[in-house]
């Protein structure tokens, strides 16, 4: 069995792809995914489904939810629920079962282990595969509580780290002219996140996009300086200076410059 996280909260199960209708269920089963093979506390559980505000009878409600979702998870194959009380709490246990998002982070670590290796290939193959995982926000509309809050944000900013490990690694093959527009569209997405930028601008200099590189940058520079009152990082700083330089080592340079 499948559990789906990166994107609205699915189920798959040889083939067949199930997903919940009742919500207090549905963040009952995001907050013990997010925390698989971890014991949730009753009170913590209680939060994310009710807030600060649970009703008057909150843990016998809970033991409701717990018992829906045992049903839901239920498989003719697997007699033993997955998931499993466990004082404090309650517990969903993998086992065999596979968890997206546990995925996701294992080709992340192989996309970085290539990178390092200088296998631009193999660690843009990882990173492509690490982002094909995604179907949607994580856990879908989801934002109930602390757990769930913090692995959104968090699962959030793993996907932009992704893109650009995977944007860097494209332009160490010459890849420049394909992303170009996909760089665009990510600077417009994510105007303050100055990867991006430096990414665009290094793609449309070996582009032999020049002016349109150092328009990228002034671009940036107004908007980071209207909404944020600083200057582009030095990154940005430095390939700009190169671009108008036309630095014979700008290729070079920007390549082995990190996004991070």
């Known amino acids: 069995m499948r559990y789906e996280i990166l994107g609205p909260i699915r189920v ?57 979702l045992r049903k839901f998870l239920s498989r003719e194959h697997c007699p033993q629920s997955p998931i499993v009380t466990t004082p404090p709490g309650y517990l969903l246990r993998l086992d065999g079962d596979e968890l997206d998002v546990d995925v996701f982070q294992q080709r992340m670590s192989e996309g970085r282990t290539f990178q390092r290796a200088g296998r631009w290939e193999e660690a843009c193959a990882a990173f492509e595969s690490a982002l094909a995982l995604w179907h949607g926000a994580p856990v879908g509309d989801l934002r109930d509580g602390p757990v769930i809050n913090g692995f959104v944000g968090w699962a959030e900013q793993a996907r932009l780290e992704c893109v650009e490990e995977l ?68 990154n940005l700083r430095e390939l700009q200076r190169a671009i108008l330089l036309d630095d014979p080592r700008l290729e070079l340079a920007g390549a082995a410059t990190p996004s991070r």
């Open 12 to 68: 798959v199960d040889n083939g067949i792809v199930s997903s919940l209708s009742a919500r207090k269920v549905e963040v009952l089963l995001g907050a013990l995914l997010i925390r698989a093979n971890q014991v949730v506390p009753a009170s913590q559980l209680m939060t994310e489904i009710w807030g600060d505000n649970p009703p008057r009878r909150a843990s016998a409600g809970l033991h409701v939810y717990v018992s829906q």
């Open 167 to 234: 944007v860097d690694a494209a332009l160490m093959l010459g890849r420049h002219r394909e992303y170009v527009s996909y760089l665009y569209v990510l600077t417009t997405e994510y105007p303050l996140r100055e990867a991006f930028y430096r990414q665009l601008m290094l793609a449309l200099a070996r582009s032999g996009c020049q002016a349109d590189a150092l328009k990228v940058y002034q671009s940036a520079r107004n908007i980071l300086r209207t909404e944020l009152g600083l200057e582009p990082c030095r």
